[in-house]
């Protein structure tokens, strides 16, 4: 699941003017994570000790960015685990289908 979330943010982030540093995934034992009863994930998404990062986060375009990157690896890996079913509805009046919706969440195993 973290490859799955770092590659899609990863790729949203990277569609900024700034160029980002992908700084992969690491693991450790960390206390936020420690003791969950599901899957979970902690997301280091900027340095606000960096004064580019402060300006990006503060623009709502670049925030949507780091939650549709977070939203599309969650939802890539719950695909691939066959536990939930993306539905794309059409947009009003255009036929277009919208952003994916989750229809089933619950992991069957």
Same mark, same amino acid.
């Given at each position: 699941?973290?490859? $799955?979330?770092? $590659? ?28 969950? $009863? ?14 580019? $990062? ?56």
């Amino acid at each position: 699941m973290p490859e $799955d979330v770092q $590659d899609s943010l990863a790729k949203r982030i990277q569609k900024t003017n700034k160029p980002v540093k992908n700084r992969g995934v690491r693991k450790a034992p960390f206390v936020v994570l420690i003791g969950a $009863d599901m899957p979970s994930i902690l997301t280091e998404i900027s340095f606000l000790s960096n004064p580019a $990062d402060e300006q990006l986060l503060k623009k709502p375009e670049n925030r949507q960015r780091v939650a549709e990157g977070l939203y599309q690896g969650v939802a890539s890996y719950l695909e691939s685990m066959n536990s939930v079913t993306m539905n794309q509805p059409a947009k009003p009046g255009t036929g277009q289908p919208t952003a994916p919706a989750v229809q089933q969440s619950r992991n069957q195993n």
